[in-house]
Structures are given as C-alpha cells and as structure tokens.
C-alpha cells in the first residue's frame, strides 16, 4: 500500500512505486477495526499517555504517523514536533536506518513518540515463508528494544500487505498491526504544498495519516498539515493514544 525500503533514490523505485500504485486503493482483503470500537472495549491495562492525558472519546483525535525511518530528515521532523507539541507514531526500518541513525531512535523515544517496526529490510510479508516473516519482525523489535528499553508493540506491514500467517505470527510476537487512512503518496512527489493538500483533503475524526520522514518534500509539509488541522480543531495523539482507553491487540489489524 506504499513504500519500498531505503534505496529510493535508485533504479528500483520506478519498479517499486508502480507496486506502491497498486495497493494504495485501500485494498488488502483484511479486515480491519476502527479506532472508535477499540475504544469501546476498555483495557484494563493500558499505561498513561505521554504527551499529557487525550480522552479521544470527548475529542477530535488524528494521529500522525511516518514509515522508514530513521532518515537524513528525521532530526529537523523531530524539532517541528517538539516545537508544536505534537506526538507521533514512528514505524521504522532496521536495515541502514536504525543501523545507520540509533541516536534518532532513542531521541524518538525520549520525546514521547511511539516508536514501532516497519520491519528490518521493507520485504513485502506476504511473499516470504514463516521463519523470514519472524526474522523480519524480530529484528527491529529487538534494536529498538536495545536503544529504547520498549520493545514495539505495534508494527505497519511493507505496502500494508497482510494475510492470515502474518497475523499469527504477529500475535506470537506480541504485535498489532496498524495500517492508514490518510495518504498523501509523497513518494511521487517533493511539492511540499501538495503533500499538505492532499492529507488536508483526506483527513476525519481518528485518522491515521501515513507519511515517510525520508522524502524530501514531506518534512516541510508537516507544520502546515499540523497547523492546519490544528485550527480544524483536531488534537494529535500517538496511535496508543488513539485506542485508548482501549488497546491494540496482538495480530489484529487497525486502520
């Protein structure tokens, strides 16, 4: 439904991004739980939100979320964040990214961010046998668990591609699955001003907005999105905050 890994300045994105093209109709044939009926089936124990306390049940909640990194742009996204106070969910990648930028990784957790996996190398899950799919998600859940001491608890699947195996082993693994419902495709573009439209015109009551940290027109849409969804009245939360009081359970799929 997206992305591909880290070489996205080469010869293989043309081939990638007409995947990309593909799955992101929306269309993966999973079923998926809204935010809302998380919230409906309270947990009993979910740990306090950081950022302050959000009851998205009384307000109108967004999350903002950004896949593949660790990146070059990662540092200045995370001042924009913390210079307008805003949370977001991080979906990251292993391979020459959480390799390459583990001081972004820690940073990302010291600010309050939620800090996921987007796998270790952005294989599509769905092509691979069991043990590759677990060698997958083990490896980043454990380097952020070293540099963080939290190991994820959510995790996004390269171009949103899931099936049932994926899901067991997710639920083996202590993960949930969070997909998207706002995209602005900024792998197609550096028009800053276009980003931020395009996730403007998509955007509602508990939206996930999937953007990617490591292209270079989207870290300078993100104050324009943030402020205008802000005077919107939308409140940003991390995707925990999101379900809450309710919870992300392993295996299920969220969007």
């Not at 903002?64 to 990648?93: C, M, N, W, Y």
Request: net charge negative; hydrophobic share 35%.
């Amino acid at each position: 439904m997206k992305k591909t890994g880290t070489t996205f300045r080469t010869a293989g994105t043309l081939a990638a991004t007409a995947a990309l093209a593909l799955t992101l109709s929306g269309c993966t044939g999973t079923d998926t739980t809204a935010p809302s009926a998380v919230r409906a089936r309270p947990a009993t124990d979910v740990q306090p939100a950081r950022f302050g306390t959000v009851d998205c049940r009384e307000v109108k909640c967004i999350a903002l979320t950004f896949d593949a990194g660790p990146s070059e742009h990662s540092a200045r996204l995370l001042d924009i964040l913390k210079e307008k106070q805003v949370p977001a969910t991080f979906f990251l990648l292993g391979k020459r990214h959480i390799e390459k930028y583990p001081e972004l990784v820690r940073r990302m957790a010291d600010e309050g961010h939620e800090v996921a996996s987007h796998t270790w190398d952005h294989k599509i899950l769905t092509e691979l046998r069991p043990d590759e799919i677990r060698e997958e998600l083990e490896r980043p859940n454990e380097e952020i668990e070293r540099l963080t001491g939290r190991r994820p608890t959510l995790m996004r699947p390269p171009q949103g591609r899931t099936d049932d195996t994926v899901h067991a082993i997710c639920r083996e693994l202590g993960l949930a699955e969070v997909l998207w419902s706002v995209t602005a495709k900024d792998y197609q573009t550096t028009d800053s001003d276009l980003i931020t439209r395009r996730v403007l015109a998509q955007s509602s009551r508990d939206g996930i907005i999937l953007l990617h940290d490591l292209y270079d027109g989207t870290v300078p849409a993100v104050p324009g999105i943030i402020d205008a969804l802000k005077e919107r009245g939308y409140v940003f939360v991390t995707v925990p905050q999101l379900l809450a009081p309710g919870k992300a359970e392993p295996g299920e799929v969220y969007r």
